[in-house]
């Protein structure tokens, strides 16, 4: 999801500048943030990890873990450095699912509010990010109606 944009930049071919992209990230790097959750969000009890389960989750935390950087740089000033390098400290303490499941009653309680109060603030930058576009496409529908229906110069009474 990361790679090459279509018509993007010219050395690396990813055109960070453009919204849309910018957008397209985020989104995939907040449903993956979403999914990480989900391996651990609803508890152990009485659960069993599985070989299989481990190396999902770390496939994810290693892919979270090499996009960070550049989440972080495309979500910009929206999202507030402490939450950025919260993001990652999750990603530092959740070595892996046992190690998570192995976390004591308060060590666990506040890694899910931690992993919440970091989602919320992330959704909202991506809510920012949406919004400018949103804001964007209205003011161009604007010049491209000026530009369609010209206001005539107010007729003066006086001959």
Known sequence: MFGKAKGGGKKAGVNFRNLDY???LCTAYTN????????FGEG???RRITQQEEEKFHVLLVDLA??????TELINNHLEPKYKKAIFD???????LSHVKNLSVSEYSRLIQRWHEVFIYMNKALGI?????AEIEA???TKE??????KKAPESGKE
Request: net charge positive; charged share 25%.
């Open 32 to 39: 993956d943030w979403r999914q990480f959750f989900d391996f």
């Open 129 to 133: 990010l949406v919004s400018q576009k």
């Open 66 to 71: 090499n996009k960070h950087y550049v989440y």
């Open 90 to 96: 999750i990603l530092c303490d959740c070595i892996s």
């Open 22 to 24: 910018r957008i397209q």
């Open 145 to 150: 109606s000026m530009k369609k229906h010209p």
């Open 139 to 141: 003011n161009q529908k």
């Open 44 to 46: 152990f009890e009485g």
